[in-house]
């Protein structure tokens, strides 16, 4: 296999065993950069992944080649919704975040497997029969070199990811909404003389956390495991928190290292068609984003700083 | 009279406790109004019932002669006041435009218009004298710029009536000239300006008019050309006929502690000590007075090891104990009542008695080879609740439980019956009621009766004054001055405490300041 | 209302809530909650084999209680008790088939080797935290990720390429043939002491030593302890340790007493975050670990009956154990409020 072989191969790989990880990332983010630590999200990309599932195993017949769209749409519902109990615990309840979120992914988990069973009657769904297609960008999928590597063959939710990236960076960074929503996370008493809802925004920030979680799970479960039983999204969520931290709480940031970490993932499954890559032993492959994510939040990779005020619950008049 | 703001008869209560007792201020429009008053005498309190952070239980307040309600911040913005908070409201990592629009963010099609934002702001800081650098980040420019944005903030809003509070508490002499410059230029162009503090010369040097609040009270309003700094002083500390401790003579004896030429400097890296030095003798108190933030914290941490001392020494009994760790100086036989007693002092958490162990844990009684003895806990425990009248249903409360003054007698407790040789009191009485503050005098004349050095940090002048056998005044980060308490009065500590010495005006760092 | 009531109020309330809304996600789906909660119970003391099997699937859940308890005591959260067991499992399924001695010296070797597997997984989070100031609960989620990997990599070496290490030597095994002849062959065995041993240690090393005294204060009021000359860093560390030596153990549990060997993963166990709610529920206090543990290691256990007797899929009782979690977490607002009202008395 020549240089450019491997590339052709490896490059739709990663970015294919990315895409999910990139909307959870990003939903961390927004959640985050309020002030809201979000364990939870690998319960709500759970929760996502089923919905996703359920949705298309029921309603392919009515919606057709467009089911998995829909899908996703009503993942990112019930995600959203789910989060609430996070948000309400966290914000209003002032719990202590991080209990609330290793609640929130067991529960999250727990519902999911549960429903399985019960309308399955057993431990893991069918397969579905409606998946993402596969198109080739028209024009840029020409272009030579690059072309067949970016544009051909590509995942409509791939596009889609990271459209969602560059815009959660606009939104951040170029919008009012966006500026207060970083007051709110680094000195949310600053915010609150400005005359910003820190609690509203705090709120705003979550359920958004929890809609792009369910979007990222049932993208996953379409796209990469077609069915959902108990090991579908292993650690995903939490690969997708190491992700955010790794990009340093930027989405541009985050969607470089979720890049970087399908890209991982994505050699651990096929590096044994690889020359040289199958030598190295998959365990190495596979510790890699994590023990990547230890080094990034010590420091050895630039400093990580978390928002000010992150997993500090804000209480108003209080001096 | 032409008054802009007026405060009339406020009362705020929290609790049982008065902050404000019937206190009337009046601004005038274009003044400079100074609102004079010694540490908790309730004046940041007054303040923020205008700017709407508290409801008054009484009283009313009236803007532009309108009887009006301040229920909230955005209120008292809508209305024309603006507030420099003590503490800056500023967000490190993000820069001045983005620090002053939030809220209230100029946009185009959606976007923020950072261009504009800080072409406005540029213009606004030029028109005042401002001098601040719109895309600058915050946690890049100094102490100063950073006041000067919370000032643009409040002009940005369009504030008329500017509220500072103790503006000058973290600036070097030379920010502080700079501001004042600012105020004048800012009643120049319309403004009117309350101005809190507690210090004298920068009153006389730009306030047209001063209240003074005492204890919760409103004392009177002076017209600033026609007092002196003498009187206000007089006005602020008050002529309260205080029970004078008794006690006998003191025999000091040899030097205990002594410090020289220490520099500390506070976490932001500045100094706070600047090249002090103190000498404590056995068998004498020596009280400390200054008004909070001239340095005392760090030279009282500097001295227990809580702090790191930049340069200069501390010795105990003649052992050097310059930056050792804190249990090496306790065991230099130093006891230390904390003047933050629920950070330092105390495990909240604990049981009164686990936390009277705190200091010997780990030595023989109280614990061997590794396991601890929680029945010799008990019986220490139960002594200094009985010796130091520790008000408590038993050692096993959590110390949580207890009121401020029985936590911070055991603590005394627990300090002064390791019988150190050194026993520093900062702070020792604040939050207290008279019966306990007494008895707790009792307890540092009695240490300094068996031959102990006491060295007593304190807010309060009549309790420097009655229990101090000697006093020296911290000012700036140095002791400016030594006195007998007898041969001295309030009047002159209190002028000593604001950088004046009698007949003479005392120089920080040694560059006169110049009045305008 | 003083806090030891509300300390004990609290969770129980959780649970009766917990409970309830189990009941009401069964009435739900269609399931007979009654019938539910029968099977429930059924499972756990149906008979001599289910009692067995129940006080052996409490025996990892008493020390995984512990492992975070104690954690918790100190400040610190530790979540990576999962990958502590892991670890902990496969030091002690390897030292069970790597070597062949007298049972005395075998079985407590296998057991401390995961002991101090758990501890190593738990020092470097404790480091991180303590020189760097690292938030554990990142670092430890990670932790347990790599020694998932880490031990099937190492399980398929030690088996040549196979999933399993095979089955331990009897001179290391817990098993024990009294219990299993009371039991109707449950896999109930010796280790059940030893997760009580260790609830009796950490009660011992938490009440009685200075130790004890020091991590409590540095959990409660780092400002306070470091005044008192007390050494922060080392106690952080040395509470990470501990908590993951407990952890390791019951890796050892399962290792030597309920599996005989260690195999290939494909996910955790479980026990490790069941541990947290464990904890939680038993307010981090030794007694209340015991509590705890018999929960919801009985809830987890008698849950395999349900699908069985009443057709209701186990994982109903992971929601009810995750709302009972989330409802402890909530609970805190209780406490929260009792001490904004004593601060306000102390400010005054």
């Known amino acids: 296999m020549s240089f450019l072989d491997v590339l052709y191969f490896i490059v739709p790989s990663a970015i294919f065993y990315a895409a999910p990880l990139i909307f959870v990332a990003i939903g961390g983010v927004f959640s985050e950069r309020s002030g809201v630590i979000n364990i939870g999200l690998e319960g709500l990309m759970v929760m996502g992944a089923f919905i996703g599932i359920l949705f298309n195993l029921m309603f392919v017949d009515t919606f057709g080649a467009m089911t998995p769209w829909f899908a996703i749409i009503a993942a990112m519902v019930v995600s959203g919704l789910f989060s609430v109990m996070h948000a309400v615990a966290s914000i209003s309840f002032r719990a202590d975040q991080t209990i609330s979120g290793v609640a929130i992914n067991m529960l999250g988990v727990a519902i999911a497997l549960f429903s399985v069973k019960l309308i399955y009657g057993k431990g893991q769904t069918d397969y579905i029969q409606e998946r993402f297609i596969r198109f080739d960008i028209p024009l840029l999928s020409d272009i030579p070199v690059i072309g067949p590597m970016f544009f051909k063959d590509v995942y409509g939710t791939s596009i889609l990811a990271i459209g969602v990236a560059v815009m959660a960076w606009f939104v951040i960074y170029k919008t009012p909404f966006g500026l207060r929503l970083r007051a709110v996370g680094e000195h949310p008493m600053a915010a609150d003389t400005m005359g910003v809802n820190v609690t509203k925004m705090r709120y705003i920030a979550v359920i958004l956390s929890g809609a792009l979680a369910g979007i990222g799970g049932a993208v996953y479960s379409q796209s990469i495991s077609g069915e959902f039983s108990h090991t579908t999204i292993n650690g995903q969520g939490f690969m997708a928190l190491a992700a955010m931290i790794f990009g340093k709480w930027h989405p541009l940031g985050a969607l470089g290292a979720a890049l970087f970490f399908g890209f991982a993932q994505a050699l651990s499954i096929i590096g044994g068609e690889i020359p040289y890559v199958k030598e190295v032993p998959t365990y190495f492959l596979h510790i890699l984003p994590y023990a990547l994510t230890i080094l990034a939040v010590a420091g050895f990779i630039g400093k990580a700083h978390a928002p000010k005020a992150s997993g500090i619950p804000y209480i108003k008049g209080k001096r | 009279m032409d008054y802009i703001i007026e405060m009339l008869g406020i009362r705020k209560e929290f609790g049982t406790f008065v902050a404000n007792d019937n206190i009337t201020l009046q ?490 | 209302m003083s806090n030891r009531l509300v300390n004990i109020l609290v969770p129980v309330i959780s649970v009766i809530l917990g409970l309830l809304v189990g009941a009401i996600v069964m009435l739900v789906s269609g399931y007979d909650p009654v019938a539910g909660y029968a099977a429930l119970w059924n499972g756990i003391f149906g008979d001599a084999y289910a009692i067995g099997e129940t006080i052996r699937q409490i025996t990892p859940y008493l020390l995984a209680g512990l492992s975070v308890a104690f954690a918790f005591r100190t400040g610190l959260f530790n979540i990576g008790v999962e990958g502590q067991l892991l670890v902990g499992w496969f030091a002690a399924s390897y030292v069970g088939i790597a070597f062949d001695l007298p049972m005395y010296i075998h079985l407590p070797f296998a057991i401390i080797a995961a002991a101090l597997a758990g501890a190593a997984w738990g020092f470097i989070p404790g480091l991180l935290k303590a020189k760097l100031q690292v938030h554990e609960v990142i670092v430890t989620i990670m932790m347990n990720y790599i020694a998932l990997h880490t031990t099937n990599a190492l399980i398929k070496v030690v088996s040549d390429g196979g999933d399993n290490t095979g089955t331990i030597n009897a001179s290391a095994s817990l098993k024990s043939a009294f219990f299993e002849s009371i039991t109707d062959y449950s896999r109930l065995h010796y280790g059940i002491f030893i997760a009580l041993a260790m609830v009796l240690l950490m009660w011992f090393i938490l009440e009685k030593t200075t130790t004890g005294y020091e991590l409590k204060a540095v959990g409660f009021n780092k400002h306070a302890s ?29 290792a030597l007493g309920t599996f005989q060997y260690a195999n290939v993963k494909g996910g955790f166990t479980g026990i490790g975050f069941d541990g947290i709610a464990v904890a939680l529920l038993g307010a981090n206090s030794p007694l209340g670990v015991i509590f705890g543990a018999v929960l919801f290691g009985s809830l987890k256990y008698g849950a395999l009956n349900m699908p069985n007797e009443a057709g209701i899929p186990v994982e109903i009782v992971s929601i009810v154990i995750a709302i009972i979690i989330f409802f402890v977490a909530c609970g805190y607002v209780i406490r929260y409020f009792l001490e904004k009202a004593n601060k306000k008395k102390e400010a005054k």
């Open chain 2, 27 to 516: 601004l005038k429009k274009g003044e400079i109004h100074a609102l004079l008053g010694e540490n908790g005498a309730g004046k940041s309190t007054l303040m923020n019932v205008l700017f709407g952070l508290y409801q008054p239980e009484a009283g009313e307040i009236k803007v532009k002669g309108k009887t009006v309600k301040v229920t909230d911040p955005n209120v008292a913005n809508d209305l024309g006041i603006g507030m420099v908070h003590q503490h800056f409201m500023l967000v490190e990592n993000f820069t001045v435009t983005e620090n002053i629009i939030l809220g209230n963010e100029l946009t185009k099609a959606g976007i923020v218009n950072i261009k504009d934002a800080a072409k406005k702001i540029q213009k606004l800081s030029e028109m005042y004298g401002l001098n601040v650098d719109p895309n600058a980040k915050i946690e890049d420019i100094s102490v100063g710029m950073q006041q000067r944005v919370e000032i643009l903030k409040t002009l940005y809003r369009g504030a008329d009536i500017l509220i500072f509070d103790e503006p000058t508490a973290s600036l070097t002499p030379q920010e502080i000239n700079e501001l004042i410059q600012i105020m004048k230029r800012l009643i120049q162009e319309g403004k009117s300006i309350i101005l809190i503090t507690h210090k004298l010369k920068e009153i006389m040097d730009v306030s047209d008019r001063v209240t003074v609040i005492r204890k919760g009270e409103g004392i009177g309003t002076v017209v600033t050309a026609e007092t002196n700094p003498n009187e206000l002083a007089s006005l602020m500390v008050g002529r309260q006929v205080e029970f004078k401790t008794v006690k006998s003579e003191a025999n000091p004896t040899d030097d205990t502690l002594v410090i020289k030429d220490l520099v500390v400097t506070d976490y932001r890296g500045i100094d706070k000590v600047k090249g002090l030095n103190l000498t404590v003798r056995k068998g004498e108190i020596l009280g400390i007075a200054g008004i909070d933030g001239n340095g005392q914290s760090e030279l009282i941490e500097a001295i227990t090891g809580l702090r790191k001392s930049k340069s200069g020494s501390v010795t105990i009994n003649g052992i050097n104990v310059t930056n050792k760790k804190p249990r090496k100086i306790t065991e230099s036989g130093v006891g230390h009542i904390p003047q933050d007693r629920h950070k330092h002092g105390l495990v909240l958490d604990f049981s009164i008695g686990h936390n009277i162990a705190l200091q010997t844990y780990y030595q023989d009684p109280i614990s061997k080879n590794g396991i601890m003895n929680y029945s010799k806990v008990s019986e220490l425990a139960q002594k200094i609740i009985n010796d130091f009248d520790v008000r408590t249903q038993g050692e096993h409360t959590p110390a949580r439980a207890l009121s401020g003054g029985n936590q911070q007698k055991a603590i005394i407790g627990r300090e002064v019956i390791r019988d150190p040789e050194l026993l520093i009191a900062a702070l020792p009485t604040r939050g207290l009621d008279v019966g306990a503050i007494e008895f707790i005098h009792q307890r540092l004349i009695e240490q300094r009766d068996n031959g102990k050095a006491v060295l007593l940090l304190s807010f309060e002048l009549d309790e420097v004054m009655n229990v101090s056998d000697r006093i020296a005044v911290i000012y700036d980060g140095q002791i400016i001055d030594t006195l007998l308490p007898k041969e001295t009065s309030e009047q002159e500590l209190g002028l000593l405490m604001a950088g004046q010495k009698v007949n003479s005006n005392i120089s920080t760092q040694g560059e006169t300041t110049h009045v305008e």
């Open chain 3, 226 to 254: 470091e005044y008192a000359g007390m050494n922060v860093n080392k106690n952080i560390i040395l509470s990470m340790v501990i908590s993951g030596a407990f952890a390791g153990l019951a890796g050892a549990m399962e």
